[in-house]
Nanobody, 124 residues
Framework: QVQLVESGGGLVQTGGSLRLSCAASGRTFSSYTMGWFRQAPGKEREFVAG????????YYADSVKGRFTISRDNAKNTVYLQMNSLKPEDTAVYYC?????????????????WGQGTQVTVSS
């Protein structure tokens, strides 16, 4: 099991940027494929971006491609989500998630460990 703590959320205007961080503790961070998900009020939690543990292959939801970048620093046990050109529809609680192993997954059920979430609000 790995413990995850997100930070970096906040209020930003349309077109602005934020960088989310997720600090991990517990089992070896490099053993985990990591993902970012988000959940807006009244909507289901959805996949945003993921990064595998080996070769650091990255993958994104179509809605954020070209605007968001996921990265990881295994020496710091941290995964990041750089969010640029933010839109009001990006407003949500953003969650960091971990799954043991090398293969990516875009489903909520594919991840075993979750952080508490951080709020991102984009004003129009």
């Amino acid at each position: 099991q790995v413990q995850l703590v997100e930070s970096g959320g906040g209020l930003v205007q349309t077109g602005g940027s934020l960088r989310l961080s997720c600090a991990a503790s517990g089992r070896t961070f490099s053993s985990y494929t990591m993902g970012w998900f988000r959940q807006a009020p009244g909507k289901e939690r959805e996949f945003v971006a993921g990064i595998t543990r080996i070769v650091t292959y990255t993958y994104y939801a179509d809605s954020v491609k070209g605007r968001f970048t996921i990265s990881r620093d295994n020496a710091k046990n941290t995964v990041y989500l750089q969010m640029n050109s933010l839109k009001p529809e990006d407003t949500a609680v953003y969650y960091c998630a971990a799954r043991l192993g090398s293969y990516y997954d875009t489903s909520v059920n594919g991840y075993s460990d979750w952080g508490q979430g951080t709020q991102v609000t984009v004003s129009s």
